[in-house]
């Protein structure tokens, strides 16, 4: 080889590594690299290090060797050898894949740089050297980014899609021509083909137009059939219906036996209790009686003795003036007045004693009547004490139930709701529904009232100002009257009441069975009569669900019970018809407040007033104090039970005063009345010791009077009355001891009493209310009574319907049969001609929907159209196959040609598309590129303390470099470097700064030495060498070069370093990362023989 052996390595790591002969600027051929005059192949071997992320490092390992043979007359050979010396593969593409994937490229000047390109380089003009740095860059050598070759190839395939695309528009308009006429050859074919296919089709359905005569007679019958079947379903599906509201009308009938039995139980009960508290009652009153008719003997013979002593005192009192008058000494005369004054004494002290007496019967009786106020007030404030617990209990039961609706039903109820919904809801095919109560709630006042118009004050008179408490009416009326329907459950089959009948029957806890009620899902709720001006109860509630709403009218009559103010407005509710009272708009209940007494008793309570046969009667009382079961706010039952608690625990604070108050003065008056009798009976004793003496002076003065006037005449009869006085004062004193005892005895008789007539007023209560129980229930048990005749006449009615419509079900199937039998006959005939005009009939009847006569017209007109087509129409000799060949070909050649167009413009915007794109990508490559690059040869020339920037044209396709000398000051060289940085230099600076033609070999070899750098470090390859890169650079510059090339590979360890040069590199010292490998000189050399790389640099 002619070039220097330093050289020729450079030509073998292009060849080994794929370059073409040419680009090692040697020779044409890769076989005129073999020495001349050597006769064997010449190979050259490559080995490089592998990495885990390398390139198919499982299978070559940690190097790759690539032997590349070349031989004279043949076509080279690549090899690539694993570490292990194992062949893996020889063809050039795993070559060029390796090489891909270790970023080599050996025609990238900056990835190898020989001779050629060197020279070239440092004597090129601005225009070699753009070239040089596209090719460096890879922005026109890259396959993927070779935008000017490509963006040619697109431009050319885009002319000849445009081309070819507007040959095939010119010849659309032949196409289309030819079309046309092929499609109107045809036509005339089609034409007369169609109408002779109607004609086929017009005898085929002439064919079938008798079948469909039969298959609408047979249709017919059948439809009759079926409606007579349908209306045999329905009529039966109402007799189960009619069965099943039977058996609930005999369910509810044994539920109100049941009752009626349970309140005649209770009514007999109720007698016996009363009978027997009566006769208690008359046997704890007998002795009263005798009591009080002692005590009033004694007291009247007391008051006759009263009256004859009175008597005898005044005969007394005559005599004794007689005496005076007659007396005829002054002994006597004071004797007589000493005799009345003592009388006169006598009769104040019996007086007196008298007046204690009946003083006493008045203390008594006092002291009865206030006993009686006690008792009184103790029952009050018992009843006070006990509304109170109940008020408490039910708060202390809401507020452990709170959250829970069915709460207020009882816990009975709640046992059957959970087990029909969790253990027994596999039992029912539709859920119950219930409790009934738990889906009704109370609308608010002003809302049921809005209807009615009335005025405030009527409604002010209805039910007052507070809102609960007309809330709390409402409520009352319509638990009271719905009453067990609210506890009842709703079911749709008989087989589910049955399941449900069994849960309540294991239930515990239940105070009685709730009804349960079938109804069928009809989704449509009843239509109740509307009554205009009154206020109907149905309009006080709020109904969730239809069903439930149904049952309330069917089994309540809840649509037709009216509210009325008063009694009056009640009555005038009913207006005379015929001599009877009967309700207006056929209601039959209206409910109205009862108006209280005297002494405030009924307040708080209803009365409702129905007919029966035509006359008015009250029927039942109703209590405003009952517990609510409707599906009123929890919250707000809280509210009303607290409200009603903190007035009954008022009361009741008012009431306990009062008792005791009343005890404190009974006692009071007790102690008062016992001092007055103590005091009395002092005073009685006191009298009497008085009376006694008075009765010894007296009758001392009476003997010394006889003894005075015995003397005189003859005694008279004083002394016999004043004894008959005696005898009559102690018969008084003895009745009065008798009225005493009677009076005594009369008291323990009436407390006695006392309890007994209580207990047997409760009875008479109990009684009562079990009787208007019984007479409230003979309304209903009629009604059911009435209810269960009309049913039972219905199911009668029905069955005799059935019967009819069973027999007129049989005629109508046997016609039904019959007519079909007849239609299947004449299929098989139709058939068996359609078969052989058509042998291959799919066998598919066809449906004509027209009469023979019509089909027989159209087809004879159709007939006489063919032939004046085919008179008129002359198609040239062809056939019908022929001509639809010749338009389906046109057709196609069309199409094709119009896919081709919109294929091509397709293609033609994705080529301008593409073209576009790639332009783009490129010159934002080639933009990134010229930044990189200029900022590293900026740096590099910062190395040698100067400055430079890199100019690029891209119109002129020139590359330029402007350098800035040492010889600046410093604020010079601030300013000259940012007008260097803007490519703007001019004035002293521009003396400064000098192009590369304007400098010296040396400066200028350090200038492109600079710009190569800065050009490899836009090229990422694992390896770079260099050639004579220092050709024009003197000894100081070299050395600077030197030093400066091995100084930026050492900043880039990832990379491998090849510089070759002829100069001296003796003041190079070697590194572990530094080796020097010097060749011998080829003209020393002797032996021409071919040697291997290694054995050269060693030798």
């Known amino acids: ?191 007369l083909n169609g109408m002779h296919q109607k004609v086929i089709t017009l005898r085929h359905q002439l064919l079938w137009a008798g079948l469909e005569d039969r298959e609408r007679t047979a249709c017919s ?44 139980t209770a009514a007999d009960a109720a007698i016996a209790e009363r009978t027997a508290a009566k006769a208690a009652l008359r046997a704890a009153e007998a002795p009263l009686k005798l009591a009080v008719s002692a005590e009033k003997d004694a007291l009247e013979q007391q008051g006759e003795l009263r009256r004859q002593k009175a008597d005898i005192m005044r005969q007394i009192k005559e005599e004794r003036r007689v005496q005076l008058s007659a007396a005829t000494n002054d002994e006597e005369r004071r004797l007589l007045q000493r005799t009345a004054e003592l009388d006169q004494t006598l009769e104040r002290l019996d007086r007196e004693l008298e007046q204690l007496g009946t003083d006493g019967v008045a203390a008594d009786a006092e002291l009865q009547a206030q006993r009686e106020i006690g008792h009184v007030a103790a029952a009050r404030l018992k009843a006070v004490q006990i509304e109170k617990e109940r008020a408490e209990g039910w708060l202390r039961e809401m507020d452990g139930q709170r959250g829970d609706p069915l709460a207020a039903f009882g816990r009975g109820i709640l046992n059957v709701v959970r087990a029909m919904t969790t253990t027994h809801a596999a039992r029912f095919r539709e859920a119950p529904v219930g409790p009934i109560g738990a889906y009704i709630k109370m609308k608010p006042v002003s809302t049921a009232l809005a209807r009615v ?28 009257h719905l009453d067990k329907l609210l506890t009842g459950f709703i079911v749709t089959s008989q087989a589910d009441k049955n399941a449900l009948m069994d849960i309540i029957r294991k239930a515990q806890d239940l105070r009685s069975a709730p009804s349960v009620y079938i109804i069928g899902c009809t989704g449509q709720r009843h239509r109740t009569p509307v009554f205009e001006g009154v206020l109907q109860m149905s309009e006080m509630i709020k109904v969730e669900r239809t069903d439930v709403f149904n049952v309330l009218v069917d089994h309540s009559g809840i649509e037709r019970s009216l509210v009325a103010p008063d009694k009056g407005s009640a009555e005038r509710l009913l ?36 007919t029966r046969n035509g006359n008015a009667s009250v029927k039942m009382n109703i209590s405003l104090n009952a517990r609510p079961l409707l599906a009123v706010d929890m919250e707000q039952q809280r509210r009303n039970v607290q409200q009603q608690l903190e007035g009954t625990a008022a009361e009741y ?176 005939a139709v058939s068996a001609a359609t078969r052989a005009r058509q042998p291959d009939w799919d066998g598919e009847p066809m449906r004509v929907g027209k009469s023979q006569q019509q089909i027989a017209t159209v087809l004879r007109h159709t007939e006489e159209l063919i032939a004046k087509e085919a008179e008129r129409h002359d198609v040239g000799g062809m056939t019908h196959d022929a001509a639809k060949a010749q338009h389906t070909a046109a057709v196609a050649e069309l199409l094709d040609k119009r896919d081709a167009i919109k294929a091509a413009k397709a293609m033609c915007k994705t080529l301008a598309a593409s073209a576009t794109h790639r332009l783009q990508r490129w010159t934002q490559f080639r933009s990134f590129v010229k930044r990189s690059t200029s900022r590293s040869f900026e740096a590099c020339m910062n190395d040698h303390s100067k400055y430079g920037k890199v100019k690029f044209d891209d119109v002129a396709k020139t590359l330029s470099i402007v350098v800035q000398q040492e010889n600046l000051d410093r604020t010079t060289t601030s300013r000259v470097v940012r007008q260097v940085r803007s490519a703007h230099v001019s004035g002293a600076a521009a003396r400064g700064a000098s192009a590369v033609a304007n400098m010296s070999g040396g400066e200028r070899s350090t200038a492109t030495l600079a710009l190569l750098l800065a050009l490899g470090t836009c090229a990422e390859s694992p390896f770079r060498a260099m050639d004579e890169f220092d050709v024009f650079m003197d000894a100081q510059a070299r050395r600077v070069a030197i030093a400066q090339l091995i100084a930026h590979a050492r900043t880039q360890r990832q990379r491998q370093f090849i510089f070759i040069t002829p100069q001296d590199l003796s003041g190079v010292r070697t590194a572990p990362d530094l080796r020097i490998f010097k060749m011998p000189d080829p003209r020393a050399a002797q032996q021409q023989q071919q040697r291997t790389l290694d054995e050269t640099l060693a030798g």
């Not at 109402?238 to 539920?255: E, F, T, Y």
């Open 221 to 264: 019958a059948e439809e009759h059939a079926a409606a007579v079947a349908r209306s045999l379903q329905t009529r039966r599906a109402r007799l189960d219906g009619v069965n099943a509201k039977i058996a609930q009308l005999q369910a509810a009938r044994s539920v109100q036996d049941e009752e009626v039995n349970r309140c005649s």
């Open 575 to 610: 207006q005379g018809t015929r001599g009877h009272q009967q309700l207006v708009h056929g209601a039959k209940d209206v409910f109205y407040p009862q108006a209280a007494g005297p002494n405030g008793a009924g307040r708080g309570r209803w009365e409702r007033l129905n």
């Open 1 to 191: 080889m002619e070039a220097p052996p330093q050289s020729a390595i450079l030509a073998a790591l292009q060849i080994c590594l794929g370059a073409n002969a040419r680009f090692t600027h040697r020779a044409r051929k890769l076989e005129d690299l073999i020495r001349h005059g050597w006769a064997g192949d010449a190979e050259v071997e490559v080995k490089l290090r592998n990495t885990p992320d390398g390139y198919r490092f499982k299978k070559f390992g940690a190097s790759i060797t690539i032997l590349r043979t070349i031989k004279r007359g043949a076509p080279a050979t690549i090899k690539l050898i694993a570490d292990n010396g194992a062949f893996v593969s020889g063809e050039r593409k795993h070559l060029t894949r390796m090489l891909d994937a270790f970023s080599i490229s050996v025609e990238n000047p900056c990835v190898v740089l020989d001779q050629e390109n060197s020279k070239k380089f440092l004597m090129g003009s601005n225009s070699d050297k753009y070239f040089f740095f596209l090719k460096a860059t890879s922005t026109r050598l890259s396959p993927a980014l070779r935008t000017s070759e490509v963006i040619a190839e697109i431009r050319a395939q885009l002319k000849t899609y445009q081309m070819n695309m507007l040959a095939a528009q010119q010849l659309l308009p032949r196409l289309e021509g030819r079309v046309r006429d092929t499609s109107e050859v045809l036509d005339k074919f089609e034409a």
């Open 653 to 828: 604070t008012e009431a306990k005063p009062w008792k005791a108050a009343r005890h404190d003065g009974l006692l009071a008056q007790f102690n008062v009345l016992k001092q007055r009798s103590d005091a009395a009976a002092r005073r009685q004793a006191q009298l009497s010791r008085e009376r006694f003496a008075a009765v010894r002076q007296r009758d001392k003065a009476q003997r010394r009077l006889e003894e005075v006037q015995s003397a005189r005449r003859p005694a008279n009869d004083v002394a016999d009355l004043e004894a008959e006085s005696d005898a009559i004062a102690e018969c008084i004193d003895e009745l009065a001891r008798k009225a005493e005892a009677a009076a005594a005895e009369r008291m323990q008789a009436q407390a006695a009493v006392r309890p007994l007539k209580a207990a047997f007023e409760a009875a008479e209560r109990a009684l009562g209310a079990e009787s208007a129980a019984l007479e409230a229930m003979g309304p209903d048990i009629e009604a059911a009574e009435e209810k269960a005749d009309r049913a039972a006449k219905v199911a009668a009615k029905l069955v005799r319907h059935i019967g009819e419509t069973e027999a007129a079900l049989a005629a109508a199937q046997e016609a039904a049969a019959a007519a079909r039998a007849v239609a299947a006959q004449t299929l098989e």
């Open 453 to 480: 118009r009335c005025a405030a004050a009527v409604v002010q008179s209805w039910f007052g100002a507070a809102h609960e408490r007309e809330h709390q009416h409402y409520a009352a009326i319509v638990q009271e």
